[in-house]
């Protein structure tokens, strides 16, 4: 066969069925780990049956999820853990005390792996561009992702003008809907289950032209088709809940991708930022501290 795995599940995006898009979706996010899937687990992640599965595997002209498996390993290598010495002891110990943690660090490592992967992708280089040049960037997050936008939006704030963390106490998102200003943008943060808010607004943003990014999990499955590019993170560690820490360290590399996209114009920006602060509030340590 000629396509990888990648790039036919990349095609089912486009014109599978609800059930083998929320498949593709899912097994895009988490490649290096489909190893250890079975037809059960993947059907329990994605609430779908375990035929369903199967006959997702034949459509995509495998012969099974046995067989789908097999061909990831010229894609995924042998190494994508990258497990130092230390590392590996720790997982042989928690494993010989039947820890559930050397599963869950296993985990962790696939997506950051997955995470730095998506960093070089064209559609990464797209949104940090956009963050970078365009007039206005709003980013909101619903939930408990409140947090994670609030961090994007803060940290941005220190790189260029004209960010805004969206109001969500107004109820109606007028700030980001009303003004007839081309070239503004929208960063959404969204895990499951998913705040009604999140598809309204992506829908309500598409109509007024607002180019829009989600960041999200693997198991999103409306935001496609709504927003300009989702950006998906593992979301599952084998442990008591889902976690979104990963949508940090995405945050952070962003970060440093508007940073590149700027150049050293953003230093004199940064001195100035840091000069305000020890004016108004100072650091730990500064002898000039704030002005009485």
């Not at 190494?79 to 820890?99: H, T, V």
């Not at 001195?271 to 602060?277: D, I, K, S, T, V």
């Amino acid at each position: 066969m000629s396509q990888t795995l990648r790039q036919r599940l990349q095609a089912c995006l486009a014109g599978g069925s609800r059930a083998d898009k929320a498949l593709a979706s899912y097994m895009l996010a988490r490649m290096p780990s489909l190893p250890f899937e079975t037809a059960a687990s993947l059907a329990e992640k994605v609430s779908l049956s375990e035929p369903t599965v199967g006959r997702f595997c034949r459509t995509l002209g495998y012969r099974s999820l046995k067989d789908l498996k097999a061909s990831l390993a010229d894609e995924i290598g042998d190494s994508p853990w990258l497990i130092s010495d230390r590392l590996r002891d720790f997982q042989e110990r928690s494993r010989a005390g039947d820890d559930q943690l050397a599963r869950s660090l296993e985990l962790e490592i696939a997506g950051l792996v997955r995470l730095y992967e998506l960093a070089q992708s064209e559609e990464w280089k797209r949104v940090a561009r956009r963050l970078a040049s365009a007039p206005r960037v709003y980013i909101t997050g619903f939930q408990t992702e409140r947090g994670l936008a609030q961090y994007l939006a803060n940290q941005l704030q220190y790189l260029r003008d004209g960010v805004h963390l969206v109001d969500l106490a107004a109820g109606n998102f007028s700030e980001l809907l009303l003004p007839d200003e081309p070239g503004r943008c929208l960063v959404i943060f969204e895990a499951r289950r998913y705040s009604r808010m999140a598809k309204v607004l992506a829908r309500e943003a598409k109509a007024a032209g607002i180019a829009t990014t989600l960041v999200t999990d693997s198991f999103c499955d409306w935001g496609r088709g709504l927003v300009d590019e989702m950006l998906v993170v593992s979301t599952e560690f084998n442990l008591f809940w889902d976690s979104t820490a990963q949508m940090a360290s995405l945050s952070n590399l962003m970060i440093n991708a508007v940073f590149v996209e700027l150049g050293p114009q953003v230093e004199q920006r940064l001195n100035r930022m840091a000069e305000l602060y020890g004016r108004f509030t100072g650091h730990v340590g500064d002898a000039t501290g704030p002005l009485d």
